[in-house]
């Protein structure tokens, strides 16, 4: 939205019936510039059903059982990818040990990091204010 975030609204659901179970998050962001950002997530997990992992790309939908067993299945298939360089370098698609190793890497090397401090602590400002949106059922303002 190219502004920063003042407020959080934000409902989340957790039901589960019979051994199924489905997770829900809705989360609205006012900026300062009056614009509104909604995230909107949700996970049904049947009490006999596997994860699946889906990688969308330009020619197509890659989709894979999340299973220990087909990690090698996986890398192999997300090579052909197309983008999946970018992917790949983009901090938002790798795991948190590697997202560590670059940040640790960088304050050795003297870079600066992928990800900087003040980054990382704003997105977590932002996620404890829906948290707590959450719980009261109001609105929550974000630290400035």
């Known amino acids: 939205m190219g502004s920063e ?39 049904l997990q049947k009490q006999n059903s596997q994860e699946v992992e889906e990688v969308l790309g330009t020619d197509g939908t890659l989709r894979l059982s999340f299973d220990p067993h087909s990690l090698d299945e996986f890398r192999s ?33 003297g870079r600066r990091p992928p990800i900087s401090g003040e980054e990382a ?5 932002i996620t404890l204010a829906a948290y707590e949106s959450h719980e009261k059922r109001m609105v929550v303002r974000t630290p400035v």
């Open 77 to 109: 298939a997300l090579s052909r990818v197309p983008r999946v360089e970018a992917l790949k370098q983009s901090p938002f698609a790798r795991s948190t040990a590697d997202c560590i190793s670059d940040f640790i890497g960088a304050v050795q090397d």
């Open 5 to 43: 975030v003042e407020s959080v609204s934000a409902i989340m659901g957790n039901y589960f019936e019979k051994g199924d179970t489905l997770d829900t998050a809705i989360v609205t962001l006012r900026h300062a510039s009056g614009g509104l950002s909604v995230l909107v997530d949700g996970r």
């Open 121 to 125: 602590y704003r997105t977590l400002q």
